[in-house]
């Protein structure tokens, strides 16, 4: 009697098909998770690009205010010109195809007079698990925040 003869080991037929099973399902949650977690940072690095440009945006709206209150070591900014400049620079951009949707966060404003703070929130749409995740009733936030400053040098 040899050791590989089928007829002493019927209790392993097929056993090899539900391994190669397993694994094929392994590889797929593994790949379906890799795509969403390089769509969630993808969608980060939009959201942030979108805050980087609307706190420059902000931070040079303190020109106009320049020319009436004089020039200091930097440009005089207030809240409502960060959040109104944050919101009219968004407005007129487009919207990534993940994004869901975006708009102004609180903790947008100028704290110190000087610093355009811009706080952006978006709602991200990932590829494969996004419809597991509505259908938990969680949704994929994104909150980033970007920080300009207009230095004047002097003489």
Do not use: K
């Not at 900014?77 to 620079?89: H, I, K, P």
């Amino acid at each position: 009697m040899a050791a590989h003869d089928p007829e002493h080991r019927p209790h392993e037929q097929g056993q090899i098909s539900v391994f190669i099973l397993g694994l094929a399902v392994i590889a797929a949650v593994v790949a379906f998770g890799a795509a969403a977690v390089t769509s969630a940072h993808i969608s980060r690095m939009q959201l942030l690009d979108a805050a980087d440009a609307a706190a420059l945006d902000a931070a040079d709206a303190g020109a106009e205010a320049a020319y009436g209150e004089g020039l200091g070591r930097a440009l005089p900014l207030s809240d409502a010109v960060v959040v109104q400049t944050a919101n009219t620079y968004l407005a007129g951009r487009t919207r990534p195809a993940r994004m869901r949707e975006w708009g102004v966060a609180p903790g947008t404003g100028a704290p110190d007079g000087a610093t355009a703070v811009v706080r952006l929130t978006g709602v991200a749409e990932l590829p494969f698990v996004g419809g597991m995740l509505d259908g938990l009733g969680g949704t994929v936030t994104i909150t980033v925040e970007s920080r300009a400053r207009t230095v004047i040098a002097g003489p």
